[in-house]
């Protein structure tokens, strides 16, 4: 998609809807009208609608009489875009936008609009899945960071749900110069999954998982560098099989050295690969 956010508001609202795009961007990547019309104007709208992931309609009674709001949110209902209602009045919707919003989750901004606009951009990250991705694996990371001791317990409780798999002290393969490591898996709520590993020397280079869904998996960081994951938890299998990467961060000296993502690649059996 182009744009995260489609703005629809009325025009005698622009002041407060531009005040919004500058709130969310540059962070959200917003549609606006009349910034970014270009041609004719209902097929601008119509692309801008296409081309964002989620709606935020600014509802006030200026757009409860407006039919083109109403134009607006009917193209988004039909191209199946979540829209986020955003009211900056307490006023009832028409029996039109009623139709189209009944089941939306709204968001209320009065009297005071701007003191909602946090919980708007929430709510909007909340349905722009690789934002909230970026957000959580950046909160667990300002998390980890924050702990001058590596406390394996804190790092449980910070990242959501605890272990996907217990901590493991492993001999290093595949690398003649490296020594033994250990690793730590974690899952937070989202699913996503976070593996702690002692700091390697050499940086990674086109890093991969290779996981055959059982005991152990693959972690390769380069040509100089790969080692395996034994022992994995039972419960950490399912999850690591199903996610396409995860997040591995090097410790050193108790401080995060390095992280990056790694994808995730599912085999039919890993030992037939040696």
């Known amino acids: 998609m182009k744009y995260d ?8 609202d622009r002041e407060i809807a531009q ?36 709606m935020v309609l600014v509802f006030s009674e200026h757009a409860n009489e407006s039919p ?28 039109v936008l009623l139709y189209y919003l009944r089941k939306s989750h709204y968001v209320d901004g009065f009297p005071d609009a701007v003191s909602a606009f946090g919980e708007l951009k929430n709510q909007i990250i909340n349905n722009l899945p690789e934002l909230r991705q970026e957000r959580d694996l950046d909160d667990a990371l300002k998390s980890i960071a924050s702990i001058k001791s590596y406390d394996l317990d804190k790092l449980k409780k910070m990242f959501g749900m605890g272990p996907a798999g217990s901590p493991i002290d492993d001999d290093l393969t ?24 002692n700091y390697q020397n050499t940086e990674p280079d086109g890093p991969r998982i290779v996981y055959d869904g059982g005991e152990k998996a693959l972690l390769y960081r380069s040509r100089e560098s790969a080692f395996m994951l034994n022992n994995i938890n039972l419960e950490a299998r399912v999850p690591l099989s199903q996610v396409d990467e995860v ?28």
């Open 5 to 12: 956010v489609f703005i629809s508001h009325a025009s005698e």
């Open 19 to 54: 005040e919004l795009c500058n709130y969310l961007e540059p962070e959200i990547k917003c549609w606006i009208a009349p910034r970014n019309v270009t041609g004719l104007y209902a097929r601008s709208i119509i692309n801008g609608i296409k081309e964002s992931q989620v």
């Open 68 to 95: 083109h709001v109403e134009n607006e949110v009917d193209n988004a209902f039909n191209e199946g875009k979540v829209i986020i209602p955003f009211r900056i009045e307490d006023k009832q919707m028409s029996d």
């Open 174 to 197: 595949f690398d003649d110069n490296a020594t033994s490591t250990r690793y730590d898996m974690l899952q937070n709520e989202a699913g996503e999954i976070l593996i702690l590993i």
């Open 247 to 274: 997040l591995v961060v090097e410790i050193q000296d108790d401080d995060v050295a390095r992280e990056y993502k790694v994808p995730v690649r599912l085999v039919k059996n890993l030992d037939a690969l040696g």
